[in-house]
């Protein structure tokens, strides 16, 4: 009788975690946007998916969340990537680029990255793009991304043409000696080759639950 009611519990288990799903592999260069009808809650109290958010160009896929250190910054001399945000929206929106911030910070969703945090963050640090919220981090889960911030930029078919790190100076904006993403947007753009097309992305990981 126990050896039964062990079997159960292991096949509820099993099945437990099947209806769970399991976190995908990182998107590959040259594959296909996933999941681009997903309907996500903006600070705008609207929901939005990412064809909604895709400009003539393509879409910029940006992971991020309100508390991690290399997004926000660690210390009063450091800018943290989310300093060029702005930045990247105006030349997103020049260049009829979607962009949009997702928040798959699930396991802090009561706390630092909750949806009212989030409006209060794209007010206090100036954000001018889309910022979202991935309930159950089901969009980061079919991208595959690891961390905050993770970078995935889309062309006009919706291929993956760039994925990783904005660029190579997390703290000072002024240092940066290569703009990873902004030249993998130029070159998007005017159609030369796009290289590197995959840098280390560096950040603190989505905390799923």
């Known amino acids: 009788m126990k050896k039964l009611f062990g079997l159960s519990i292991l096949v509820l288990s099993v099945f437990l975690v099947s209806m769970k799903g399991e976190k995908k592999d990182m998107l590959a260069i040259g594959v296909s946007m996933p999941d681009s009808d997903l309907k996500m809650l903006n600070i705008d109290n609207k929901e939005y998916s990412l064809n909604d958010i895709a400009g003539k160009n393509g ?66 640090k100036n954000y001018n793009c889309f910022y979202l919220v991935d309930n159950n981090s089901v969009l980061a889960d079919e991208f595959g991304a690891l961390t905050t911030p993770h970078v995935f930029l889309f062309d006009d078919r919706h291929k993956l043409v760039y994925r990783g790190a904005i660029d190579d100076n997390v703290n000072h904006k002024a240092d940066v ?21 995959v840098t280390k992305q560096l950040g603190c990981s989505i905390k799923r639950i």
């Open 59 to 124: 879409i910029l896929v940006i992971f991020s969340c309100n508390t991690c250190p290399f997004v926000i910054g660690n210390g009063p001399k450091s800018e943290g990537w989310e300093g060029r945000y702005p930045a990247l929206g105006d030349l997103c929106k020049k260049m009829d680029i979607g962009m949009t911030l997702i928040n798959s910070n699930q396991a802090k969703r009561n706390g630092d990255d909750s949806f009212e945090e989030m409006q209060k963050h794209y007010v206090n």
């Open 177 to 197: 000696k290569d703009n990873y993403l902004i030249n993998a947007i130029n070159n998007m753009i005017t159609g030369n080759k796009i290289s590197p097309d």
